[in-house]
């Protein structure tokens, strides 16, 4: 059900998704917070995600996330961005420091609502070691197909990708690009992707040839089985 206080229940047609006066970054990814069409105010969306594909994409600053999740914005997948639910969460909770563990609840909810206007999302976000297991239990309550990818160039690619981006208005500083850097490494849940000297295109490609998904939405023999876990996160 998808409620306007001020217009009462509204049908899907009648709802933005994304809020762009809530963007801070100068990319294609919009913060997601749903508003009615007709009065513009907030709306409500009561809704569990009940099956779909989650591509996961995760990585230093620099890696090239943002870059990989707007060319598959281009093949038909909605994104979700890390940073962008930083917003989102700063805004319904009227805070400025957001930790990483105030995000699970509002990229779960962001998930939700994605689901209702497609099968295929992709997540770009910084995911930490310690933080995997919660995403899985996201997923898998929601039934969804999933894997995770973690964008990992040569150091210095990063760096210097990080100082000619123009998607944010400041530079990066470097200790943070060396923190995640060291920080992110995973097990073999998480398949690594060098893209030092590969294009974003055929990163996309590399990407969606691991995670082949047939039209109808089912997933081909090569894409990862789940076990399910009953309820909702």
């Given at each position: 059900m998808i409620t306007c206080p001020n217009c009462g229940e509204i049908a899907e047609n009648e709802i933005k998704i994304y809020n762009g006066s809530l963007r801070k970054q100068y990319f294609s990814i919009t913060p997601i917070l749903p508003t009615c069409k007709h009065c513009g105010?907030?709306?409500?969306?009561?809704?569990?995600?009940?099956?779909?594909?989650?591509?996961?994409?995760?990585?230093?600053?620099?890696?090239?996330?943002?870059?990989?999740?707007?060319?598959?914005?281009?093949?038909?997948?909605?994104?979700?961005?890390?940073?962008?639910?930083?917003?989102?969460?700063r805004h319904k909770k009227n805070i400025k420091q957001v930790a990483f563990c105030d995000m699970f609840d509002e990229i779960a909810s962001e998930i939700d609502i994605l689901s209702i206007f497609s099968e295929n999302i992709v997540l770009s976000h910084v995911i930490l070691p310690e933080d995997l297991d919660k995403f899985i239990e996201i997923f898998e309550a929601r039934k969804m197909n999933y894997k995770f990818f973690l964008l990992k160039p040569e150091y210095q690619t990063a760096v210097e990708r990080c100082q000619t981006r123009t998607c944010h208005t400041s530079v990066t500083p470097e200790y943070w690009i060396k923190r995640f850097y060291d920080l992110l490494i995973f097990d073999e849940r998480v398949e690594v992707i060098d893209n030092t000297d590969i294009t974003a295109e055929q990163t996309v490609e590399h990407i969606l040839d691991k995670f082949a998904v047939l039209p109808d939405g089912i997933p081909s023999d090569n894409f990862i089985k789940i076990t399910f876990i009953a309820g909702a996160v």
């Open positions: 105010a907030e709306a409500s969306i009561s809704h569990t995600c009940n099956g779909g594909n989650i591509i996961v994409l995760n990585g230093t600053c620099g890696s090239g996330k943002s870059t990989v999740a707007e060319l598959l914005i281009d093949k038909g997948f909605l994104a979700i961005d890390g940073d962008c639910v930083m917003q989102v969460v």
